[in-house]
């Protein structure tokens, strides 16, 4: 079972004002999911989260997560540009990119964030731009499988991320050189993982790096930058992470393999998106049309360019009828979109109450990757964004595209 965070009656109100098809955040879900993690982190004293802007890079939501105690991850120049319009700079921005364009890596230099370098090669890129600044993060690719007891749970040796572990300590070694003080390791081997055990396996991999580190080098490591990954549960059936339990197994292998080896003075990173406001987001649409051919088909007035997962990973959303919720699902129904595309689908044999025109359908956990991904195929606008805000009111975040945003790129240009 899963409850959305607005009911019928909300959503009528709501759409006096904004109409559908919105997101909406829900301010309250992401404060209190936020603290739970630093919580989970609290018995490391130079903990941050680093909140990836690609997730839901819009102002309100990245300023709710200043206020509670994140810094932000960007990947690009307009992710930088963002970051330092909501007065987010310096150490408090991580910048992991992978095949960096030179004026990314200027304004990220400008701005004092933390760079963490993809590969070997862009020591000397980054040196040739900028120089080389006193701290400096690396990116590590185990290669191979990687896997959490019998499971594999990704491919990194498939993955265009990250050095090869020699290539990482001829790295520091180089950077050192040049004049690095200030050392971070990083890695991301897994994706949405639902399962307790991604972070402290993960840590452990690199604890256990940064100790052959030093004994190889003598190079101390400042921190170690755990990135994103932990998931979410998309489907009813899935068991929520428990993040304290996530924070214990981290300081687990932290006391195990990093204390004994003097290293007890690293700081722990995490760069998360997913975890961070996927279940705090909806979006919002109504039941347009009903179809009856070879398939029972509901058209909604959302559609892939405002939630592009389905579509691309054939990724599932949880769908919950508003006002319809203790109906019983005996109906089967293709949920559509109405691009001229057949993967436009919310739902394929969805099970759900009988849907009428003019229903609210809450599609679930669009909070991160969600309107992000957003694009403008057959000319279709990008819809509003609304925070639902902690004293119960909802407010606009981002308005919602108009034709002429659709055009200004051609403003200039009808005639030539
Ligand atoms: N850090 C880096 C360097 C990343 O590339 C990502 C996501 C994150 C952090 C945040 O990961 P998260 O905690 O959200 O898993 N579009 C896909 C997800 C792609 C993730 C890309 N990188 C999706 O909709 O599932």
Same mark, same amino acid.
């Given at each position: 079972?899963?409850?959305?965070?607005?009911?019928?009656?909300?959503?009528? *109100?709501?759409?006096? =004002?904004?109409?559908?098809?919105?997101?909406?955040?829900?301010?309250?879900?992401?404060?209190?999911?936020?603290?739970?993690?630093? &919580?989970?982190?609290? %018995?490391?004293?130079?903990?941050? *989260?680093?909140?990836?802007?690609?997730?839901?890079?819009?102002?309100?939501?990245?300023?709710?997560?200043?206020? #509670?105690?994140?810094?932000? =991850?960007?990947?690009? +120049?307009?992710?930088?540009?963002?970051?330092?319009?909501?007065?987010?700079?310096?150490?408090?921005?991580?910048?992991?990119?992978?095949?960096?364009?030179?004026?990314?890596? &200027?304004?990220?230099?400008?701005?004092?964030?933390?760079?963490?370098?993809?590969?070997?090669?862009?020591?000397?890129?980054?040196?040739?731009?900028?120089?080389?600044?006193?701290?400096?993060?690396?990116?590590?690719?185990?290669?191979?499988?990687?896997?959490?007891?019998?499971?594999?749970?990704?491919?990194?040796?498939?993955?265009?991320?990250?050095?090869?572990?020699? &290539?990482?300590?001829?790295?520091?070694?180089?950077?050192?050189?040049?004049?690095?003080?200030?050392?971070?390791?990083?890695?991301?081997?897994?994706?949405?993982?639902?399962?307790?055990?991604?972070?402290?396996?993960?840590?452990?991999?690199?604890?256990?790096?940064?100790?052959?580190? $030093?004994?190889?080098?003598?190079?101390?490591?400042?921190?170690?930058?755990?990135?994103g990954g932990v998931g979410i549960p998309y489907t009813p059936d899935q068991?929520?992470?428990?993040?304290?339990?996530?924070?214990?197994?981290?300081?687990?292998?932290?006391?195990?393999?990093?204390?004994?080896?003097?290293?007890?003075?690293?700081?722990i990173f995490t760069e998360l998106g997913r975890f961070m406001l996927a279940?705090?987001?909806?979006?919002?649409? $109504?039941?347009?049309?009903?179809?009856?051919?070879?398939?029972?088909?509901?058209?909604?007035?959302?559609?892939?360019?405002?939630?592009?997962?389905?579509?691309? +990973?054939?990724? +599932?959303?949880?769908?919950?009828?508003?006002?319809? #919720?203790?109906? @019983?699902?005996? +109906?089967?129904?293709?949920?559509?979109?109405?691009?001229c595309e057949n993967n436009d689908k919310f739902a394929i044999d969805r099970?759900?109450? $009988?849907?009428?025109?003019?229903?609210?359908?809450?599609?679930?956990?669009?909070?991160?990757?969600?309107?992000?991904?957003?694009?403008?195929?057959?000319?279709?606008?990008?819809?509003? *964004?609304?925070?639902?805000?902690?004293?119960?009111?909802?407010?606009?975040?981002?308005?919602?595209?108009? @034709?002429?945003?659709?055009?200004?790129?051609?403003?200039?240009? %009808?005639?030539?």
């Amino acid at each position: 079972m899963k409850t959305p965070f607005v009911n019928k009656e909300m959503v009528e *109100e709501i759409v006096k =004002d904004f109409p559908t098809p919105f997101h909406i955040y829900d301010e309250k879900g992401i404060r209190e999911n936020a603290r739970k993690l630093k &919580q989970a982190f609290a %018995w490391n004293p130079g903990y941050k *989260e680093y909140f990836a802007v690609k997730a839901t890079p819009n102002p309100a939501i990245l300023r709710i997560l200043k206020e #509670e105690g994140c810094g932000l =991850d960007c990947s690009s +120049y307009t992710e930088l540009l963002m970051s330092e319009k909501v007065g987010v700079v310096g150490s408090n921005i991580m910048f992991s990119s992978n095949d960096t364009p030179a004026e990314e890596f &200027q304004l990220a230099a400008k701005l004092g964030a933390t760079i963490n370098l993809d590969d070997f090669t862009h020591i000397d890129f980054l040196n040739d731009i900028c120089g080389i600044p006193e701290t400096i993060s690396c990116r590590y690719n185990p290669g191979g499988t990687f896997s959490i007891a019998t499971t594999i749970m990704d491919n990194p040796g498939d993955a265009k991320y990250g050095m090869t572990k020699d &290539q990482l300590f001829d790295a520091y070694v180089k950077l050192k050189g040049m004049g690095a003080k200030n050392f971070g390791l990083h890695s991301f081997l897994a994706s949405n993982t639902v399962t307790n055990e991604y972070y402290p396996t993960l840590a452990k991999i690199l604890f256990e790096v940064a100790v052959e580190l $030093k004994e190889k080098t003598g190079i101390e490591l400042s921190f170690i930058n755990l990135s994103g990954g932990v998931g979410i549960p998309y489907t009813p059936d899935q068991k929520p992470n428990d993040i304290l339990t996530i924070g214990e197994g981290v300081k687990k292998a932290y006391e195990e393999v990093l204390v004994p080896a003097g290293l007890g003075n690293i700081s722990i990173f995490t760069e998360l998106g997913r975890f961070m406001l996927a279940p705090y987001g909806h979006l919002v649409t $109504k039941a347009i049309h009903e179809k009856h051919t070879h398939k029972e088909y509901i058209g909604v007035d959302a559609c892939a360019v405002n939630l592009m997962r389905p579509a691309m +990973y054939g990724a +599932y959303h949880h769908i919950t009828v508003l006002g319809k #919720e203790n109906e @019983p699902c005996n +109906y089967t129904y293709d949920v559509t979109g109405s691009l001229c595309e057949n993967n436009d689908k919310f739902a394929i044999d969805r099970k759900l109450p $009988k849907i009428d025109k003019g229903d609210y359908l809450v599609i679930h956990d669009t909070g991160a990757h969600g309107f992000a991904m957003g694009y403008n195929y057959n000319g279709k606008l990008k819809s509003a *964004e609304l925070l639902l805000c902690e004293d119960g009111s909802t407010k606009m975040i981002r308005r919602a595209e108009t @034709p002429e945003d659709y055009f200004a790129t051609l403003e200039g240009y %009808w005639e030539v």
